[in-house]
């Protein structure tokens, strides 16, 4: 067994390796990260956001510019979206913002459609222009109305 | 037809006993830990052979853990085309069961029995009796550093565990099978909650450690003063230690839904 103090130092190292795991996991994985007040905040309504969830990535053409800060009912009953994105981005005010879905089982995220506009959407303003998540059931269902009334008619 | 019953009924006796004396013995680990002194030293020397010597092979069963589920979570994803999702499976499956509850088991075999031989030793060879005989009470110098240390010790070794096996995913995820490693870390980011997943699995952690010193410390401390009686008594920890922590776990998850 190694001296006294020397265990005390390889302790030391195990309780400190393992409050790193801990952080780790809370920050990291958990998602507990520390926001700064740089933060770059947009709201978007929604009829539908079918299965979005907080922390839910904001990806332009691909790339994660930010998160999915907060989801709220509006007065009008549709979904408000909290975002908070890099700060420093520059978004003209005609971007429109959809909720996709990775993969047909992945997690859904928000996908920013840059516009054209000369003007740029300031901290806190919301973007006009949205297109809700598209919900499978819906589109079979009304699939199957369709053929339904097809073959209806042709009867 | 009388013997059975009278057998069964003899066996519930004990087993109510032998839980009741283990509540005593619980009691009076606590009731050592609020009288003074308090046992620093004995208690870093614990951390040091519970937890530092544990490391190696929590880290190593963790990275495996991680590897297999990241293997078999790939091959079975990659059907529905749900790849990305690894990171979230991988994740969420360390996070809120197999990290706990592997690393509680491997403490067990580890910690557990080597907690349990030494005490049984000790009072094989009149150790404690000898302590007693100078006035010092062997649960509050002996049992409950020991006790404490295992519980301090389990959620670290847990999370360690967990963190090991998130890469030992990745490892198999990312570099080996392709994916990428954004969609990997992103996945596990957005569908690990942490009040639900995280503090959850650090709560089971420090449950589960509870469990184990209590199960290790009373087994050693009620062995029979033999050699049969000292292996008997590791014996009895893994096996008592290892069903506890199973039961306990599903009681955890069926009550607080972690």
Redesign the interface.
């Known amino acids: 067994m190694p001296n006294t103090s020397r265990?005390?130092l390889?302790?030391g190292l195990?309780?400190l390796?393992?409050?790193a795991?801990?952080a780790?996991?809370?920050i990291?994985?958990?998602?507990?990260s520390y926001k700064g007040p740089g933060g770059f905040r947009l709201y978007a309504r929604f009829d539908e956001i079918g299965g979005l969830?907080p922390?839910?990535?904001v990806v332009i053409a691909g790339v994660?510019v930010g998160?999915v800060e907060n989801i709220s009912l509006g007065d009008d009953y549709r979904a408000v979206v909290e975002m908070d994105l890099d700060p420093g981005l520059r978004l003209p005010v005609d971007t429109s913002a959809s909720i996709l879905t990775?993969?047909?089982?992945?997690?859904r995220y928000i996908s920013l459609q840059i516009g054209g506009e000369e003007e740029y959407l300031r901290d806190g303003e919301e973007i006009s222009f949205t297109e809700s998540a598209v919900l499978l059931e819906r589109l079979l269902g009304r699939f199957i109305h369709r053929a339904n009334l097809q073959n209806g008619s042709t009867e | 037809m009388a013997t059975l019953l009278r057998s069964i009924g003899a066996a519930a006796v004990r087993f109510t006993q032998e839980l009741g004396a283990m509540a005593f013995f619980a009691a009076e680990i606590l009731l050592a830990v609020v009288t003074p002194p308090v046992r620093i030293r004995p208690f870093?020397?614990e951390?040091?052979k519970l937890?530092?010597l544990s490391?190696l092979i929590i880290c190593l069963s963790g990275a495996v853990v991680g590897m297999v589920l990241g293997l078999q979570g790939y091959n079975t994803l990659v059907r529905?085309?749900?790849?990305?999702?690894l990171g979230?499976v991988v994740?969420l499956s360390l996070?809120r069961e197999l990290g706990p509850v592997l690393t509680a088991l491997l403490a067990t075999g580890r910690a557990g029995s080597a907690t349990a031989a030494e005490i049984g030793t000790m009072v094989a060879t009149e150790q404690l009796d000898g302590l007693r005989m100078m006035s010092v009470n062997p649960v509050h110098l002996v049992v409950t550093p020991k006790a404490l240390a295992m519980t301090a010790?389990m959620?670290?070794?847990s999370?360690?565990f967990?963190?090991c096996g998130?890469f030992g995913g990745y490892l198999v995820g990312v570099v080996l099978m392709g994916l990428d490693g954004?969609?990997y870390?992103?996945?596990?980011?957005?569908?690990?909650?942490?009040v639900d997943?995280?503090l959850g699995?650090?709560l089971k952690a420090l449950v589960f450690g509870a469990l184990v010193g209590l199960v290790a410390t009373y087994r050693g401390y009620t062995a029979a003063p033999t050699s049969a009686g000292v292996s008997s008594a590791t014996t009895s920890t893994v096996v008592v230690g290892s069903v506890t922590i199973l039961v306990f776990d599903y009681f955890i998850t069926a009550l607080w839904g972690v």
């Open positions: 265990r005390d390889v302790v195990f309780v390796a393992g409050l795991a801990l780790f996991l809370s990291r994985v958990g998602g507990l969830k922390r839910a990535p994660k998160q990775a993969g047909i089982l992945g997690d | 870093l020397d951390l040091y937890g530092v490391l529905f085309g749900a790849a990305e999702s979230a994740g996070i010790v959620p670290l070794l999370a360690l967990i963190v998130i954004g969609t870390l992103t996945s596990l980011e957005t569908n690990v909650d942490f997943d995280v699995s650090l």
